[in-house]
């Protein structure tokens, strides 16, 4: 090594020294360098396709719908029948009673009980007519009347099967002087079937048998016939 190396290196070594102290101190005290997390998403899957994708929807379905029934409704009722005497005693003149023929008004409170079961308290008036003739051919009808309270019982909502019976008090009235006019307890029992397709309305047929406890004559009679029943 020459004198001016020699030289040299002595004046650049504690410079280099610094520097190398200096740098290693910095890369020391440093952290290191991280790149920032960056997430990429891609567009949802697309949803299922529908039950009937690979086959004919299902049909809608279609309910029927009732309108509910009342709880309580105003029953007027009108009956118009036949009438057919039973057992009746003969008359000292030999009067001889037929048919006839009769109506009745009836006032009540239908109630329901449950789905497909009413009960109707009621009262009303009925007249029965009864024609009869003597020996001589004079005509001496018998008229009967009668104020009445009772109930019916029916099943069903469209077919109404029905039970019924009333008491109360009843007249007898005839044109024969055999037969003075009498009263007494009154009373009937039947069965009828009614209809009803239309709301608050019902129509059917009857049978009943009726008698009224007019001494010492008791006229008794099956009747037969129709009626109607309007919801109010």
Not at 53 to 60: K, L, N, S, T, W
Not at 170 to 188: E, L, S
């Amino acid at each position: 090594m020459t004198r001016f190396q020699t030289w040299a290196f002595r004046r650049t070594a504690p410079i280099l020294g610094t520097a190398f102290v200096a740098a290693t101190t910095v890369l020391s005290l440093s952290r290191p360098a991280c790149a920032q997390r960056i997430y990429v998403y891609g567009p949802p899957p697309p949803p299922p396709p529908p039950p009937y994708y690979y086959y004919p929807p299902p049909r809608p379905r279609y309910y029927y719908y009732e309108p509910p029934e009342e709880q309580y409704e105003f029953a007027l009722g009108a009956d118009l029948e036949g009438a057919i005497p039973l057992n009746l005693p003969t008359v000292g003149d030999g009067n001889d009673v037929q048919g006839g023929g009769g109506f009745k008004i009836r006032l009540g409170e239908r109630i329901r009980l449950r789905p497909g079961l009413h009960i109707t308290p009621e009262g009303g008036f009925a007249y029965d007519h009864l024609f009869a003739n003597d020996d001589l051919g004079n005509a001496h009808s018998w008229d009967m009347e009668r104020l009445m309270a009772g109930a019916r019982l029916s099943f069903g909502r469209f077919v109404l099967p029905t039970i019924y019976g009333h008491v109360g008090f009843g007249w007898r009235g005839t044109g024969d002087p055999y037969v003075p006019p009498a009263n007494g307890f009154a009373y009937d029992i039947g069965g009828a079937l009614d209809f009803r397709f239309v709301p608050r309305f019902d129509f059917g047929v009857h049978i009943e048998y009726a008698s009224v406890d007019a001494q010492p004559y008791v006229p008794k009679w099956l009747a037969i016939g129709a009626h109607i029943d309007l919801g109010l």
